[in-house]
């Protein structure tokens, strides 16, 4: 069992998800000792009954060695047929060319193409394609050809086109050869799965002698006997090889269960050592009672690594269908690009398009996407692109129409290079969560070496043994690999609870650092009573990093629906835009748009958006953007929370030690937690070149730690680069009638920074009133705020919950200040917003977040929030907020025109006042005399400076100093001599 509770590899590993291989029903991968092996002769089907119209199929995709010298790929029908059938079949270069010798490093294989015939009571032929092997090292991964079918004669179904074959590498090892065991994804009808085993990764390292190792099954959720047959023996490499495969044999399971694993491990090998050796199978779902109409599923978002050298992408049905279901998929490119090599940083993948044929029986079907290991950083974040689903059959639905893949970096590190451990979000249906670990983050940083971390689980809303599987282990990184998955099992609980947590921490690595050690798993709400029509909502606001990659947005219901729920998405630009790269300043994310359907029975989906890291200091404060949902199925649900807004802040590197600025915030008594931002240089970013931590605790006010909240404490720490972390602290749902009620979050002392701004204050709404009818609705008071504030969070507040939902439209208007979406003039300093609120039943506090601007203005300025609109089962009672926006405090100027007239011992200095006082009056001038440093101060000029020497020629500079700190010196002062 431990081994199948360790960290996974991103590829293949789904939450529970899973998959064969690319195209119709899968019976096993054809492997490198097949390949030796293969007949080339027809095969004759026995006591099968031939049928009208057989289905042809591909064989699974495969992966072979280049000295295997050629591959034999078995094409088969479902059935005899009753005539005679025939297809076309041709190959097709991908990321290596046909050629008949080898005149390059991009050659692998010699073409064929011709047409296959099969006579009645004959189900097999083989196509035999010639390997070259041309001694080579394959640096950017697997060669990649494909085997095409077409033109099948219309007494036969094309149910599986295409072949995908994958060649390693050659080139004699230069030292001991590493052995890599892939994961695998296999449908529950199967047969067969082989797993491949690697001598030297997809690149290839050819031994000059045989390289044996021991290997054996593993149960995991897929039992032996039940699931599968037990398997174990000794793999062998001949001299020269560097692919072979383990088959196991899978078991028709016809009970209904969900998707399974099991393991397969290398033991001890002999003229070569274990570098990734443990391989996961996951075997698709069984069983289910076939349906007309069976929803199709792209698999979870994930994050893999670039040398992975191909990522297999499981699309599922939620149960068999009657007759065959379709689907077509193609990828398309985010912020990397579709390429046949390494022609440019750009690259990362090799596009692949196609359509996928589930026969009756079959729930799952794998698509193989070739990655490119170009040895290079991805300095603005993941490259990341997409697979998408589209025109499904009309006897299907299409459940999740696309998967976002993020891709590390992987250029070789130039110090011991740091890991991270990511946050994830869940549906409690779910089944596993994979929890990405990062060497590098997310532009990567290859190890030469092996890189071994150990990791654990802890409890914290959520309970190991209730809502998931505690899970520890040791997580291995293979030289070159940057990305890692530990794969936590979530339990589906029945009873109804609200959304929880809990963490994976990392412990002390080998060969590594730990960068961000703790990652938090949150589980969608389950288990409540199925509704006619659910609530919709886009999370919170939320504060986030450039570095980070990307954001997770969770949608949610508040609580299951009794049918289908869909809703559609797309992104929105605000003070920031979108883009698929850094080429401005003006850019800090890659948009996104879609639809999201939750099945009943689930709560939570979740939208990644890529951010871009472009190492920019956004002067005017947060880039922003919104999420914004719309287009829901009005008869299933409603619409409660139509948007959300995120703040990015800048990652410039800092000039100085940078400032830490802890954020005000307010929240629901219904909320369950709030996250308190703390920016790092505050909304314009000032990136460390080194970790930074501070600690925290939580204080009672007018709010009590086990009553309203849940106390607090810890270490904040940012990692190399990030600007951006939060607090996250409890909040309690009191149902006793209480007032609003505030706690505060205090920083302590921190390591590699400065407390700017250490206190932050949580306002809770209002409690346990009495429902009543009409509730009274009311804008915030009038509020001051500072343009440097980033943003400005405006509560709108019902007087008691209401019986029923309460909406209200609310809107900015311009007053002496005007809105912008940037710095255009100093007339602007704030981005107007727009929408409407709902309060559910029980709710009593909702939040408008107004994007604040930064720019040059001088004078304050005023602008409003106005509220209209209001359902009829409620008042307004304060229908505006007046916002007065104050000038940013900063350091005074410097001040000028400083001369100086020697005395006897002293010198007397006049200057003239700044050119700006940092919006706060100067209170104090410094004197500082060169040579010796003697000072004085002062209230305005001229100012004195006593105790100098008769005889020394001196000069003199000038500071000013207001509330907020001391600015730059002046210019000197002529010299004078005393006497």
Known sequence: MESMRRARRAVGTLALITATLTGGAVFGLASASQAASAKTTPSVAAATTPVTAPGISAPPDVVVGAADGSVHLNVTLSAPGDNTVTVNYATANGTTFSNTGCDGTSYGYVGQQGTLTFKPGVTSQPVTVPLLNCGTSLASGFQE???????????????RASTQIDITGDAPAASTPGLYVRDAVVDNTAGTIEVPVLLGGPSGAASGVTVSVPYTTNNGSALAGTDYTAKSGTLKFPAGKTAENIKVTILHRSGSAPTRSFSVTLGTPVHAKVADGTGVVTIGASGATHVTAPGISAPADMVVGAID??????????????????????????????????????????????????EPGVTTQAIRIPLLNCGISLSSGFGEFTLNLSDNSADSTLVRASTQIDITGDASAASTPGLYVRDATVDNSAGIIDVPVLLGGPPGAASGVA?????????????????????????????????????????????????????????????????????????????????????????????????????????????????????????????????????????????????????????????????LNCEVSLASGFGEFTLNLSGNNADYSTLVRPSTQIDITGDASAASTPGLYVRDATVDNSAGIIDVPVLLGGPPGAASGVAVSVPYTTHDGSALAGTDYTATSGTLIFPPGETAENITVPILDRSGSAKARSFSVTLGTPVHAKIADGTGVITIG?????????????????????????????????????????????????????????????????????????????????????PLLNC???????????????????TIARDQTTITVLPKVTNPGAPTKVTAVAGNGTATVSFAAPASDGGNAINSYTVTASPGGATAAGISSPITVGGLTNGTAYTFTVTATNTHGTGPASLPSNPVTPS
């Open 145 to 159: 050809f494909r085997l095409n079918l077409s033109d099948n004669s219309s007494d036969s179904t094309l149910v």
């Open 309 to 358: 050298g191909y990522v297999d992408l499981p699309v599922t049905l939620s149960a068999p269908g009657d007759n065959p279901v379709t689907v077509n998929y193609a990828n398309a490119n985010g912020t990397t690009f579709s390429n046949n090599g390494c022609d440019g940083i750009s690259y990362t993948y090799f596009g692949q398009s196609g359509t996928l044929t589930f």
């Open 451 to 611: 890189v071994s971390v150990p990791f654990t689980t802890h409890d914290g809303s959520a309970v190991a043994g209730t809502d998931y599987t505690a899970t520890s282990g040791t997580l291995i990184f293979p030289p070159g690999e940057t990305a890692e998955n530990i794969t936590v099992p979530i339990l589906d609980r029945s009873g109804a609870a609200k959304a929880r947590s809990f963490s994976v921490t990392l412990g002390t690595p080998t060969n590594a650092k730990v960068a961000d050690g703790t990652g938090v798993v949150t589980i969608g709400a389950s288990g409540g009573s199925h509704v006619t029509a659910p609530g919709i909502s886009a999370p919170a606001d939320m504060v986030v990093g450039a570095t980070d990659g990307y954001v997770d947005l969770p949608v949610t219901l508040s609580a299951p629906g009794d049918n289908p729920v869909t809703v559609n998405y797309t992104t929105a630009n605000g003070t920031t835009f979108s883009n698929n790269g850094c080429d401005g300043a003006s850019y800090t994310y890659f948009g996104q748009q879609g639809a999201l359907t939750f099945e009943p029975g689930v709560t939570t989906r979740t939208i990644r958006i890529p951010l």
């Open 766 to 850: 209002a409690s346990g009133g009495s429902h009543v009818t009409a509730p009274k609705i009311s804008a915030s008071p009038d509020t001051m705020v500072s343009k440097g504030d980033g943003y400005v969070d405006l509560p709108v507040t019902l007087s008691a919950p209401g019986v029923n939902p309460v909406t209200v439209n609310y809107t900015t208007a311009n007053g002496t200040t005007y809105s912008n979406n940037g710095c255009d003039g100093t007339s602007y300093s704030y981005f107007g917003q727009s929408g409407t609120l709902t309060f559910q039943p029980g709710v009593t506090t909702e939040t408008i977040r107004i």
């Open 856 to 874: 040059a203005q001088t004078m304050k300025g005023t602008f409003y929030l106005n509220l209209s609109g209001n359902s009829s089962d409620s």
